[in-house]
């Protein structure tokens, strides 16, 4: 079975250029859909450590700069029109409120690899944390797991299946 890292190399043919160069945007891209599974594509494309910053944080930037101010309008025209609020489940909202107390932003910004940037800032929206300490507290995670995969690109290889 592929991961999602493999289809897109085989895609983007990055084994055929040596230098990287044709996987940057691909990288980007992946990263503002998939944050963690561009951090490893470009583990496994032996990118150095600002080559991932770059690809994998910037598109992991944008997108959260994307996902906080769309998500702060869908919670502003969804506060008008009470009908249109989904409903949860009773447990489900007791799970989120109880992360929320207990890590708050700085704790939910960390679980991001498991979470993904979107649930993270869906989370810290409904809350109603401001778009700049989430975007900062968001970015400043990306950037800690981007330094912490690339220190530790065997460990987290082999637990992605690739060494």
Excluded at 40 to 58: D, K
Excluded at 92 to 113: D, H, K, N, Q
Aim: net charge positive; hydrophobic share 50%.
């Amino acid at each position: 079975m592929h991961s999602l890292a493999d289809i897109f190399l085989h895609f983007f043919q990055a084994d055929l250029v040596p230098d990287h160069s044709s996987t940057y945007g691909g990288v980007v891209v992946l990263s503002t859909l998939k944050y963690f599974i561009a951090v490893v594509t470009g583990l496994v494309q032996n990118y150095t450590l600002p080559e991932i910053l770059l690809t994998a944080g910037l598109g992991g930037v944008l997108s959260s700069v994307v996902y906080i101010y769309f998500g702060q309008s869908i919670r502003t025209f969804l506060e008008r029109f009470p009908a249109l609020t989904p409903k949860r489940s009773f447990a489900r909202r007791r799970r989120i409120v109880r992360m929320w107390r207990r890590f708050g932003l700085p704790g939910t910004a960390l679980f991001i690899p498991i979470l993904s940037p979107q649930i993270c800032i869906g989370v810290a929206i409904s809350f109603r944390e401001k778009p700049l300490r989430i975007l900062t507290y968001v970015s400043g995670s990306m950037l800690f797991w981007i330094m912490v995969s690339f220190f530790l690109k065997s460990t987290v290889l082999k637990l992605m299946g690739y060494a």
